[in-house]
Structure formats: C-alpha cells, structure tokens
C-alpha cells in the first residue's frame, strides 16, 4: 500500500494493484512492436508562446500551449516532474466536447519555462506565478477561468484560488491529490525517486519506460508527454555511474525480445565505440532536490480546497484517498467527486476521454459553458 502512495505528490505513481508493478515486463504478444516515437505538441494543441512575467529587476518566461478561440479559459496545472504536455490528449478531448479555451503552462522549473530561481518552488511562489501569467495572458479584465491541476499542480491550483491570484476564478478542479494521502507518502518519496533511471538511451526509451512501468498508461499520452520530462545531457553512455541505470532502463527490452527468439545484434557493448558517442536523455528536473518544498504543498490543502468559495470537482483514482476533512466536506455536498477507477495517479493521461467527460458535465451543470453540437 505504501509503494502505492509514493507518487501521490508527483505526475505519476507505480500502477495500483492488479495492474503492472514498476519495472514489470509488459508481454504484447509475438509480432506486435508498439511504436514509442515522440508525438508533436502541434497535433493536440494549436498554439506555442512564451509569456514573460516581472520579476523583481528581471524576466520569467513561461512555455505556454493553448487552444481554441471562445468560452471559459482551462487553465491546466501540471504534476511534479511533468509538463503542460502531460495535458496534451485531454485537449483535444475536452475542445471537441464544450466551447472553451485552454492554456497549459509548465511550472517553473519543469519543462521549457526559464525563471531566474529554479531552487524556489514553494507553494506561495508557484501560485504567484500562475497569477502573473493570467495577468500577462489577458490584462486586467480576464475572463471566466477555471483552474485544473493534477497532483502537485492540484495544490498550487487550490492555493493559487485561496490566495485570489485569478479574481475572474469560474471554479476549481482537482485531480487526485489528498492531503491525507499525500503527507503519508512523503516520507517514502526519496525512495520512490530513487528508483527510477537516471537517464535513458533515447526519448523514444523514455517513452518506453513511462509505458512499461505503468507511469503512464495511455501509450499515445506518453508518446507526447514524456518530450517535456526528459532533456538531452552531455555525459557520455560510457561514463562512471551511468551504466547501471542504462541496464535498468533499457536492457529489459532487448531481453523481452531474446526471450522470444528475436535476438539480434541490438544489443551493444558499454565498451563499443559507437554507444559511447550517444547522447544520453535525463529528467529535466531533479525533484529529489525539491523535498524542502513537498509538505508545504500539501499540508492544510483540504481545509484550504473546503475553502474556496467557487464550484468544485474531486477525480480521484480511488476512493481510498480520502481524508477526514473532505469526507465530512464531501457529506455535506461542499464539492463534487468522482471516482474513476482502473486509472493509475495519471489519471488525465490515462484516462483523457472519462476526466474531459466529467468535466465536460460539471461545466455544463453550473452553466459555465454549453455542449458543443453532437455532445453529449
């Protein structure tokens, strides 16, 4: 149950049981090669842009992806470790579905964002943030906004509405994040983050991995998503203190394949010239050295979520993330939940077209938007 919990704070978690454990060999069947390539930002979103921000006497610059044109503005807050891509799928799902506007932003520290202190990730800064980029976005008459945000992007989402950063704020969603359930899991974290490679061979072994390992189920998600977990580093495969994640991260495939009589030459030498000049692929950010800002994320969240004036929806992977605070709050009608099960803790990847649903019908039920023709 513990190992369950370790990436409640995070973008993605070991699946839950029943489902493949970390590191599991996920079997396809003979003669089935599933394509792991990267996919384009450009299929799912239709805009790119960096938003500059004031920041004392410099910059901050932040990738931002957007669609359409009308209705209510998503604004879609990431988990630790991910990016405004993890958002990708679920955008296209949620634009054919109600008139709306979406506008997925990486976080500082993770993904393409530039700010001038990648060290200061406390909820209170992360929720500034968010308020300068609506204010960059639109001036200072926003319109109808409502915050989403996954795991610690759900936290800076809470705090970013109790702090009144979005004051045109339509109302709040948050995708399995408990405060209960997370404060638990802190003390397992390091561990957890641990475990993962440090580097992969390739973005396409990246994807593979997040697939494998159950990080992400939804393969076309991580397809487009992991681009934005993982940069290219300059240290060579053959280098002290990379082989072993190398093996961990990538050898398990080619021992699926020999184990199917398809053994070949793919297989390389740490020693072979040509693997020692291949660039290696790391995470872009190394939340182990965040763990200074993880109980400020979370502690206190479900009173602060109660809190919040504006409409608001819990999606939740299990019903076992409930804590004391939002049962009693969930008794009283104080929000909407709902459970969607067979999901691992990235459940808008996972599971891009049931959250876009249940969005979608929250929406509509509090006349923030309407259906688009043909739906539901």
């Given at each position: 149950m513990e190992k369950q919990l370790h990436l409640n704070m995070l973008a993605s978690r070991p699946p839950v049981p029943g489902g493949l454990q970390s590191g599991s060999k996920m079997r396809m069947g003979p003669g089935r090669k599933r394509d792991f390539s990267p996919l384009p930002w450009s299929q799912y979103f239709e805009v790119m842009e960096d938003v500059e921000v004031d920041n004392e006497n410099s910059k901050d610059t932040f990738r931002i992806y957007s669609s359409g044109s009308e209705g209510p503005v998503l604004l879609l807050l990431?988990?630790?470790?991910?990016?405004a891509l993890s958002w990708a799928v679920f955008t296209a799902v949620i634009c054919s579905r109600i008139h709306c506007r979406v506008v997925a932003m990486d976080l500082r520290a993770h993904g393409d964002t530039?700010?001038?202190?990648?060290?200061?990730?406390?909820?209170?800064?992360?929720?500034?943030?968010?308020?300068?980029?609506?204010e960059a976005l639109?001036?200072?008459?926003?319109?109808?906004?409502?915050?989403?945000?996954?795991?610690?992007?759900?936290?800076?989402?809470?705090?970013?509405?109790?702090?009144?950063?979005?004051?045109?704020?339509?109302?709040?969603?948050?995708?399995d994040v408990v405060e209960g359930t997370a404060m638990d899991a802190l003390n397992s974290m390091q561990?957890?983050?641990?475990?993962?490679?440090?580097?992969?061979?390739?973005?396409?072994?990246?994807?593979?991995?997040?697939?494998?390992?159950?990080?992400?189920?939804?393969?076309?998600?991580?397809?487009v998503s992991m681009?934005?977990?993982?940069?290219?580093?300059?240290?060579?495969?053959?280098?002290?203190g990379v082989s072993k994640s190398i093996t961990e991260g990538i050898i398990e495939e080619e021992e699926e394949e020999e184990e199917e009589g398809q053994s070949n030459h793919k297989r390389k030498k740490e020693d072979d010239p040509e693997v020692k000049k291949e660039s290696l692929y790391t995470w872009r950010?190394?939340?182990?050295?965040?763990?200074?800002?993880?109980?400020?994320?979370?502690?206190?969240?479900?009173?602060?979520?109660?809190?919040?004036?504006?409409?608001?929806?819990?999606?939740?992977?299990?019903?076992?993330?409930?804590?004391?605070?939002?049962?009693?709050?969930?008794?009283?009608?104080?929000?909407?939940?709902?459970?969607?099960?067979?999901?691992?803790?990235?459940?808008?990847?996972?599971?891009?077209d049931k959250v876009a649903d249940a969005l979608a019908t929250f929406m509509v039920r509090h006349r923030f938007t309407v259906f688009k023709e043909g739906f539901p």
């Open positions: 990431h988990g630790g470790g991910h990016s530039t700010v001038k202190n990648n060290e200061d990730l406390s909820a209170e800064t992360m929720a500034k943030d968010v308020g300068k980029v609506v639109y001036g200072e008459a926003p319109p109808p906004i409502m915050i989403i945000g996954h795991s610690m992007g759900g936290a800076i989402a809470v705090h970013t509405a109790a702090a009144n950063h979005v004051p045109s704020l339509l109302g709040l969603c948050v995708i561990n957890f983050l641990r475990s993962r490679p440090k580097t992969f061979k390739s973005v396409e072994n990246a994807i593979e991995w997040s697939v494998k390992s159950g990080q992400i189920r939804n393969i076309e998600s991580a397809r681009v934005g977990q993982v940069k290219k580093c300059e240290e060579p495969l053959g280098s002290p950010i190394e939340l182990s050295k965040t763990e200074q800002y993880w109980e400020g994320w979370f502690k206190g969240l479900s009173s602060l979520f109660l809190s919040c004036s504006v409409p608001k929806l819990l999606l939740l992977a299990g019903v076992d993330r409930l804590d004391k605070d939002l049962t009693i709050g969930q008794m009283q009608g104080k929000f909407q939940m709902q459970v969607l099960p067979q999901c691992g803790h990235a459940v808008h990847e996972d599971a891009p």
